[in-house]
């Protein structure tokens, strides 16, 4: 904590140098060039001496496995930017090294890189490596206050418990109305770019999903007219961006580059609009919920009243104090942001991959009008069990792109497996991107697209870590049922009413770490309709 602490003040003191130093930028002479130079050399030659022990001591650590060194200080990390890179140089080392685990130096610590499917496993299921590691997540942890995402140890593990009682089968079951509402207002919205040519959907989709998660977190729907909603658009893709730069930037220890102005502002916009809706939502319940109620008259019971939805759950934690106040501020924050940006890029694949393959969309199509007829557009959760292919579609997406393409933990302790000693503080990147395409897992077409891969007698003699795109183990993906429920609703309305095609290639597209996956130059979609009327899933 005091090391922390330190830390955030040399980074305070570098930052108002900087902005000074541009300020003053015309008219630093050389005698004050000089003076700063003194005084940068005296820092490294503290930091040199500083982090001496620390590193000698990882030297011998990562003298056991093939190690990526790059330049004292940096290591690889200036091969990493452009951030585009990323996913791509980290590939390249397992390929150079002809081996599953590597150590690469990023900035002035070892990562333990791993895709090794023993190594996973024990690194997933272990309790010594439940907390995150820091340095990959000290963005996001600045940019989302301390939630769930982030949190290490006993924080998590009581603040885990209370919300997975939030994500049941249950409760996601009641909120498909709401998914198909928001599936209703996504085609509406994709519907007036029928006949535009190939457009920009990205963005389309997000919004959508933002109101979603609005809604079931916070019980307020957005797309009802709503003013603040381009404004929190605006301010969570422009945090996602700083976060993207924030958590390279972190591996130099000069993440406080990133903190700008607008940042702040940003982040005080997106807490505040959040605290006021937490408010209202307290007020608004006092009388009005009886948790013991609910479920009798559940047919006529408004999901936004519900004793389920995510911030009556956590305002009813705070009652009984398991929640301090913070906790819901904190919580709700993270789980609007751990849902929306992760769903709105995998629908976006989903589309990206069916436009790319007409063949594979073509029978996707022709499954939904098996099962569901026009006269009867009603869908229940038993039913959405029955979609087969489209389950092979959505797992075959959340291979090839999964919307989290990369994990890190911390060990907690000092551990060995495999021979290989990992001592305590040791930061593991698990390339979940990476792992999906290893060819020995996945045969030689491991890079194309082939929803049979998925086919149960492709499926059963898999390892179970070979495909993780929720992550595994206790600390794995809480919103993973809601997600698949989620995705399964959407793409049936979207597939049912339109038809998407592109002219861009699958080979060309590149992707990057953006904490989500993005696509360094997203395709665009064109949007054809299947129907005179829309039809709405009910
Ligand atoms: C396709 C959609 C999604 C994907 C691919 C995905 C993937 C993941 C992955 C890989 C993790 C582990 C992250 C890590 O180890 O750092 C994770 C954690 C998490 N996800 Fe998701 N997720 C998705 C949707 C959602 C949804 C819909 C929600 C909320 C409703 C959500 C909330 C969270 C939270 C709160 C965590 C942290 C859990 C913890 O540490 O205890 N995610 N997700
Ligand atoms: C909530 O987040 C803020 C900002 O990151 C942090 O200072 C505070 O400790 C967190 N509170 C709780 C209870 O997690
Ligand atoms: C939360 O639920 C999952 C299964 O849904 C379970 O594996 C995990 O142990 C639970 N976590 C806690 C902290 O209770
Ligand atoms: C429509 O389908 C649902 C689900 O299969 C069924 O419960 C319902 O009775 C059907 N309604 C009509 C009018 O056929």
Redesign the pocket.
Known sequence: MIYADNNLTVAETLRILFFEMQVKENVVSFQGFKIVLYLCVILCLILIYVKYFKRSRYHIITSQLPTARGFPFLGIAYKLIPMKKFLYILESYFIKFKSWNYFAWIGPQPFLVTVDLDMIKEILTSNRFLD?STTM?SAIDNAIPK???TSPGEK?KHN?KLMNST?THKTIIKFIPIFKDGAQALVERLNDNVGNGECEVFEIIKRTFLDM?ME?TMGVGLYKGNDNHNEMIRGFNYMLKQVANGAIFSTLKVGFLTYTPRYYKTKQLIKDYIETLIEDKRKANDGTIDSKNVNVKSEEVDIRKDADIFINRALNFQDQSLFQHADVLNETQ??IA??FD??ST?IYSILIMLAMHPNIQQKLFEETEEIISVENMSIEYEQLKQFSYMDLVIKET?RLM???PI???EAVKDVTFNGINVPKGMQVMIP?FILHRRTDLWGPLAHSFNPDNFLPENNCKRHPCAY????KGS??????H??EV??RVMLLSLIRNFKFTTSFRYEDLIFSDHISLRYVEEPKLQICRRNEFLERIN
Do not use: D
């Open positions: 995150k997540y939630g769930l995402i998590w885990r994500f998660a079931t993270t789980v751990g849902s992760t769903v995998q959340l999964p919307s989290i994990i890190g933990r979940i993780i795109p929720f992550s600390r794995n993906c809480i919103g993973w809601y997600a989620v995705l």
